[in-house]
């Protein structure tokens, strides 16, 4: 059985369908990547999944239990949600910003004990953010404050996590970082559902992706499956060029992290 | 850790400025009052003059500059923290000139006169309609900015009511007696004021009683709050119905006070590290001290009557605040 399942999942922003009956699901241990042109529906869906939006009709159920009765916290221990954009009210400190990731599983009246403080610091190291934990969040580069919320979001430790663009602001090796902790997420046995635009990541991390276009399911599949010139041509109306495909113009990708590969 | 330590120094520190605040304004006034000799003939068989002024009038003007100094401050902290605006003050959703157009009714229909609990009656069913009227406006689910701009819709409006009233007044005793009130005073107070005030001062902290979690999710924008667990629509009708009652409260008794919500979670906010749910209890700490100071203040500057309490907040708070927007630009906060 799957661990998240979603059945022609419809949302419309009033004439406009945004999204026209998708599916969609995740097994445990899964990474798969949400990939298609802009204004596909993309982060729409992913926001359906978090639970921050409503779908008009469809379904969605959560270890074949329907989401919406599941309560607000039980919810957002189960399933993290990592914002595309997500701009700070306040200048809090590093450290501050991550320990939210734990009220999830805190009560009402308890704050953040032993346990919490330990996971919490063994992100802070895994996203390298030690050397900022007590700055403020605001005087972070865009990347460093990208790598705050990813470490908002693992340190809820959720079932599933849902990451929308999480390394569009990152350079190439903060990215393979990025994308590396998002795969030993799934190694630890929990799933991920990751919007991407770098097809070349995207076929690089995840374990299977679902190509989406205009509202709907275009492919899904393994990345050789999804990513053929067909599907890319329909879907972004793009030509594939192979890496190293042409010798006067070799194509440079990032691949792997070369001094954490050694 | 060092955090917690900062907060409980803070918290310490604020109390006892308020304990020694409080103790000094039961003795200062146009009657000086000699505190144990008033406590003593308070206790004894046969009360004195002392132990009236200090129970009829003293305790109730300290205890109403307290209770409606912090409600304004912790008002200010939760709208600051719900709207995610360090520009939003208590008032900013209806609350102040809602309470204002109440009490106004009451005075121009001359209805205030009959009995001593109407103005204040007025201004909290003025408040309570005025952000329920906002909350509508900006529907179940409306986003920060459309309840902002509701609010500003909303006060706008009562306060246009209050102009009209001002200028169909029926005689300049009325126009008078509404300007007055509207200064915002602690002079006229008394025992009755006080157990108005209490009920929905009371029933507002408590709705804000442990919402600071939520708060603090806020923090990071409303979607990713909503799926960190936080109910949105339950926060904001919540703590809409909570702002309501405390500053509908406040103000129905003091008349208009302005400045203390806005400006004293700003000062208090770099103290407890930018976090809202730490900000609420300093801020109603610091709104008490800050209005007991201004209500002693306005008994002791040499001027023939007494200058209204809401006057002298507005006066000290604007610079004040215009001071710290100049202090924050240089730091990009």
């Known amino acids: 059985m799957s661990l998240l399942n979603g059945r022609a999942l419809s949302l419309s922003r009033g004439q406009r369908p945004i999204l026209k009956g998708v599916d969609i699901s995740l097994q445990p241990g899964e990474m798969l990547g949400l990939i298609g042109p802009n204004g596909a529906g993309k982060s729409t869906l992913l926001r359906i999944l978090a639970g921050v939006i409503e779908p008009d009709a469809g379904e969605l159920t959560l270890d074949g239990q329907g989401v919406e009765s599941l309560p607000h916290q039980a919810r957002?221990?189960?399933?993290a949600y990592l914002q595309q954009l997500s701009e700070i009210a306040w200048p809090m400190s590093v450290e501050r910003i991550i320990e939210l990731g734990?009220?999830?599983h805190l009560e009402p009246w308890q704050s953040v004990g032993d346990e919490d403080r330990e996971i919490i610091d063994r992100v802070i190291r895994q996203t390298d953010l030690l050397a900022?934990?007590?700055?403020?969040?605001?005087?972070?580069?865009?990347?460093?404050?990208?790598?705050?919320?990813?470490?908002?979001?693992?340190?809820?430790?959720?079932?599933?996590?849902?990451?929308?663009?999480?390394?569009?602001?990152?350079?190439?090796?903060?990215?393979?970082?990025?994308?590396?902790?998002?795969?030993?997420?799934?190694?630890?046995?929990?799933?991920?559902?990751?919007?991407?635009?770098?097809?070349?990541?995207?076929?690089?991390?995840?374990?299977?992706?679902?190509?989406?276009?205009?509202?709907?399911?275009?492919?899904?599949?393994?990345?050789?499956?999804?990513?053929?010139?067909?599907?890319?041509?329909d879907a972004y109306d793009i030509a594939l060029t192979k890496a190293n495909g042409n010798a006067l113009k070799p194509t440079s990708l990032p691949w792997r992290r070369l001094h954490k590969d050694e | 850790m060092i955090a917690a330590i900062r907060q409980h120094r803070l918290m310490l520190s604020l109390g006892g400025?308020?304990?020694?605040?409080?103790?000094?304004?039961?003795?200062?006034?146009?009657?000086?009052?000699?505190?144990?000799?008033?406590?003593?003939?308070?206790?004894?068989?046969?009360?004195?003059?002392?132990?009236?002024?200090?129970?009829?009038?003293?305790?109730?003007?300290?205890?109403?500059?307290?209770?409606?100094?912090?409600?304004?401050?912790?008002?200010?902290?939760?709208?600051?923290?719900?709207?995610?605006?360090?520009?939003?003050?208590?008032?900013?959703?209806?609350?102040?000139?809602?309470?204002?157009?109440?009490?106004?009714?009451?005075?121009?229909f001359g209805v205030a006169g009959l009995f001593a609990y109407a103005l204040p009656l007025g201004g909290m069913a003025g408040a309570l309609l005025a952000t329920l009227t906002a909350y509508l406006l900006a529907g179940r689910d409306g986003g920060t900015l459309t309840l902002i701009l509701a609010g500003v819709?909303?006060?706008?409006?009562?306060?246009?009511?209050?102009s009209l009233l001002l200028n169909l007044a029926p005689s300049p005793y009325a126009v008078q007696e509404i300007a007055l009130w509207m200064l915002g005073s602690l002079a006229n107070v008394s025992r009755n004021e006080l157990w108005i005030l209490?009920?929905?001062?009371?029933?507002?902290?408590?709705?804000i009683?442990?919402?600071?979690?939520?708060?603090?999710?806020?923090?990071?924008?409303?979607?990713?709050?909503?799926?960190?667990?936080?109910?949105?629509?339950?926060?904001?009708?919540?703590?809409?119905l909570a702002v309501a009652l405390a500053v509908g409260s406040a103000i129905s008794v003091t008349?208009?006070?302005?400045?203390?919500?806005?400006?004293?979670?700003?000062?208090?906010?770099?103290?407890?590290?930018?976090?809202?749910?730490?900000?609420?209890?300093?801020?109603?700490?610091?709104?008490?001290?800050?209005?007991?100071?201004?209500?002693?203040?306005v008994r002791l500057l040499p001027v023939q009557g007494e200058i209204k309490v809401g006057v002298v907040t507005s006066l000290i708070g604007a610079p004040f605040f215009l001071w710290l927007i100049l202090h924050h630009r240089g730091r990009g906060v």
């Open chain 1, 132 to 233: 900022f934990r007590d700055r403020a969040f605001n005087t972070l580069s865009g990347g460093e404050q990208a790598r705050v919320l990813l470490a908002r979001a693992l340190v809820t430790e959720p079932d599933i996590l849902l990451a929308d663009e999480p390394v569009s602001a990152l350079d190439p090796a903060h990215q393979l970082d990025v994308m590396n902790l998002l795969r030993q997420h799934c190694e630890s046995g929990h799933s991920v559902i990751v919007v991407l635009h770098d097809l070349s990541l995207a076929a690089h991390y995840c374990h299977r992706l679902q190509l989406l276009h205009q509202g709907t399911t275009l492919a899904e599949g393994s990345s050789e499956t999804v990513l053929n010139e067909k599907n890319l041509a």
């Open chain 2, 153 to 162: 819709a909303v006060n706008a409006f009562a306060l246009a009511l209050v």
């Open chain 1, 102 to 104: 734990r009220t999830p």
């Open chain 2, 255 to 297: 008349g208009a006070i302005g400045f203390i919500g806005l400006v004293v979670p700003h000062l208090l906010r770099p103290l407890v590290g930018y976090q809202p749910s730490r900000l609420l209890l300093p801020s109603a700490m610091g709104g008490a001290l800050l209005l007991m100071l201004a209500d002693m203040g």
């Open chain 2, 17 to 108: 400025a308020i304990v020694i605040t409080a103790l000094l304004s039961l003795t200062i006034g146009s009657q000086p009052l000699p505190l144990m000799q008033a406590l003593q003939e308070s206790f004894g068989e046969k009360p004195g003059v002392y132990s009236l002024i200090l129970t009829e009038l003293r305790i109730p003007r300290t205890l109403v500059a307290l209770l409606a100094g912090a409600s304004l401050g912790l008002c200010g902290a939760v709208m600051q923290s719900l709207l995610r605006n360090p520009l939003a003050s208590p008032g900013l959703v209806g609350s102040a000139s809602g309470a204002a157009l109440g009490a106004v009714i009451t005075l121009y």
């Open chain 2, 198 to 207: 209490l009920p929905g001062t009371l029933l507002g902290w408590l709705l």
């Open chain 1, 76 to 79: 957002a221990r189960r399933i």
């Open chain 2, 209 to 240: 009683w442990r919402q600071g979690r939520p708060l603090d999710l806020l923090t990071l924008g409303e979607e990713t709050a909503s799926s960190m667990g936080a109910d949105l629509p339950n926060l904001k009708r919540r703590l809409f």
